[in-house]
């Protein structure tokens, strides 16, 4: 089955505890990004990624980080999370430009 | 910088009932996508339908249709026979055709409530 996939799903932590977001994709596509979803805002991107080793910054990048070293893979880092990272966190990948992205099921982080 | 707008934090509509959603945008592109995404209680994101800007034809799929107005950058939503399971939030997106990357610039969506 074509999926997006992200581990955990639901996430407690503390401030300044290092974090990582697991997303894997089994569509092979090329394009990878990241958004949080906050109430009232819709979703904004974090970081996305065209291709293995070619990532960007999206609209709110401050306090993330991410890796693109397989095709499949784009973890989500938190190296020291804070309460205003507080938020659901989604995963996509699409094939090109153009076509919709299929979003992974979300991740609910909350930072105390 | 490309900006989403919908106007209507709620919606609601009556079972069997028609209901529209808003949806307005800012570009200076010319080649473009629109899309409208469902997010159910389950969190999940839907997509429900999508837009080239190059097709003057209003895209269906099923009940759900759109009206697009290039020219106002409009883009709105209309759920025929609305159903129970339509309940949702649902958020209008917009991509570029013309600059690399996969962004979607979401709206910050409207809450459909169906009442039986």
């Known amino acids: 089955e074509a999926q997006v996939t992200q581990n955990p799903r639901y996430l407690i932590t503390v401030t300044g505890k290092k974090l990582t977001v697991t997303c894997s994709q089994n569509m092979n596509h090329e394009y990878m990004s990241w958004y949080r979803q906050d109430p009232g805002l819709g979703l904004r991107q974090i970081y996305y990624s065209m291709n293995v080793e070619v990532t960007d910054k999206g609209d709110v990048p401050e306090g993330y980080k991410v890796s693109r070293k397989e095709k499949r893979n784009f973890p989500l880092i938190l190296e020291s999370p804070s309460p205003n990272q507080t938020s659901l966190y989604f995963c996509?990948?699409?094939?090109?430009?153009?076509?919709?992205?299929?979003f992974g099921p979300g991740t609910r982080l909350t930072v105390t | 910088a490309q900006t989403v707008t919908q106007s209507q934090p709620e919606m609601s509509v009556q079972e069997a009932e028609t209901v529209t959603l808003s949806c307005t945008y800012d570009t200076s592109e010319s080649d473009y996508y629109l899309f409208w995404y469902k997010q159910p209680p389950s969190r999940q994101m839907i997509l429900v339908i999508r837009q080239e800007a190059y097709k003057q034809q209003n895209a269906t799929e099923n009940r759900f249709s759109v009206n697009f107005q290039k020219a106002a950058k409009s883009f709105s939503l209309k759920i025929s026979d609305s159903q129970l399971g339509d309940a949702a939030m649902y958020f209008c997106?917009?991509?570029?055709?013309?600059?690399?990357?996969?962004?979607?610039?979401f709206g910050e969506g409207t809450q459909l409530t169906v009442n039986p």
């Open positions: 996509a990948s699409t094939p090109v430009v153009g076509y919709e992205q299929y």
């Open positions: 997106a917009y991509r570029s055709a013309e600059t690399s990357g996969s962004r979607l610039t």
